[in-house]
Nanobody, 123 residues
Framework: QVQLVESGGGLVQPGGSLRLSCAAS????????MGWYRQAPGKERELVAS???????RYGDSVKGRFTISRDNAKNTVYLQMNSLKPEDTAVYYC?????????????????WGQGTQVTVSS
């Protein structure tokens, strides 16, 4: 079983900063990529940032230059540093991990999601 546990969400004023963390656990899980997605009310889920095992990163256009994703491979943990936050960044942020789970002699490649953490940017 793969579990993703997120932390770090909350309420922040415009222009402020927050740091999200997501720790992945699960015996036999080999991670290829981790990332963050977000979903605001009435909108589709969208990519915020992702990072692959080699360190290459990808960002959504709306967060480039403001958000930074990083990863601690030894801890299977991904971080999202969010600076210069705007009200339009308000959303539920979901952690995502993609990789191979090997259990009972079988391997399965798939994507896993965290439960989500609320980020609200408001004065």
């Amino acid at each position: 079983q793969v579990q993703l546990v997120e932390s770090g969400g909350g309420l922040v004023q415009p222009g402020g900063s927050l740091r999200l963390s997501c720790a992945a656990s699960g015996s036999g899980f080999s991670i290829d990529a981790m990332g963050w997605y977000r979903q605001a009310p009435g909108k589709e889920r969208e990519l915020v940032a992702s990072i692959i095992s080699g360190g290459r990163t990808r960002y959504g256009d709306s967060v480039k230059g403001r958000f930074t994703i990083s990863r601690d491979n030894a801890k299977n943990t991904v971080y999202l540093q969010m600076n210069s936050l705007k009200p339009e960044d308000t959303a539920v942020y979901y952690c995502n991990a993609v990789g191979t789970l090997v259990q009972y002699g079988h391997s399965r490649y798939g994507a896993y999601w965290g439960q989500g953490t609320q980020v609200t940017v408001s004065s």
